[in-house]
């Protein structure tokens, strides 16, 4: 089955200590894509990677890292959290760069508590 | 960033009513795309449109893309329940390369 996972689901976590958001998909997309949805703000997107090893900033960057090793993963790194970064995330992937209407496949959404 | 406004924030409306929503930006936009969340749910891409004045369907759903292509509109005709959900529209800028930007969302009830 077609997919993109994220794990974990749900996450509490005190500020300061080091996390990472995984994200997964299996159907071998090139463009992957973090976003956070936030009350009122709808969803915003944080970084994206054309590619292996090519990822570039979003409208929301600070205070977040990522990496793509390999084209299926692509996991949200958040160095030193802080409770401004408690929101619902999602990671996303279509087939080629998310223009011209290519299909971004969401995954489920994983909802992080910085205390 | 880019300021996407979409309106309105919520509607409700009785089952069978349609449904009228829109999006606007404060450049110009190469892409619109029209999603649905659902709830603990990600994204569904529902319609996507390509270029300034497209009229697009899929079922009772319809779409345009508007001729400044600063605008675009959603329209759900005759509602069921399983229409419930957040309507969300998105899209890239010319500008801006790969970013995608999301509208603040249409929370829909349907009253049956």
């Known amino acids: 089955e077609a997919q993109v996972t994220q794990n974990p689901r749900y996450l509490i976590t005190v500020t300061g200590k080091k996390l990472t958001v995984t994200c997964s998909q299996n159907?071998?997309?090139?463009?992957m894509s973090w976003y956070r949805q936030d009350p009122g703000l709808g969803l915003r997107q944080i970084y994206y990677?054309?590619?292996?090893?090519?990822?570039d900033k979003g409208d929301v960057p600070e205070g977040y890292k990522v990496s793509r090793k390999e084209k299926r993963n692509f996991p949200l790194i958040l160095e030193s959290p802080s409770p401004n970064q408690t929101s619902l995330y999602f990671c996303?992937?279509?087939?080629?760069?998310?223009?011209?209407?290519?299909?971004?496949?969401f995954g489920p959404g994983t909802r992080l508590l910085v205390l | 960033g880019q300021q996407l406004n979409q309106s309105p924030q919520s509607m409700f409306i009785q089952e069978g009513e349609d449904v009228s929503m829109n999006c606007t930006s404060s450049s110009i936009f190469n892409t619109w795309l029209w999603y649905k969340q659902d709830p603990g749910e990600g994204p569904v891409l529902l319609i996507a449109?390509?270029?300034?004045?497209e009229l697009t369907s899929n079922g009772r759903l319809t779409a345009q893309f508007g001729i400044t292509r600063k605008d675009s509109f959603l329209n759900i005709s005759a509602s069921i329940p399983s229409d419930v959900g957040i309507y969300f529209c998105?899209?890239?800028?010319?500008?801006?390369?790969?970013?995608?930007?999301f509208g603040t969302g249409t929370s829909l009830t349907v009253i049956p």
């Open positions: 159907m071998n997309h090139e463009y």
């Open positions: 998105a899209g890239q800028p010319s500008q801006m390369g790969n970013q995608f930007y």
């Open positions: 449109l390509y270029k300034a004045g």
């Open positions: 996303a992937s279509s087939l080629r760069r998310g223009g011209l209407g290519e299909t971004q496949y």
């Open positions: 990677s054309m590619n292996v090893e090519v990822t």
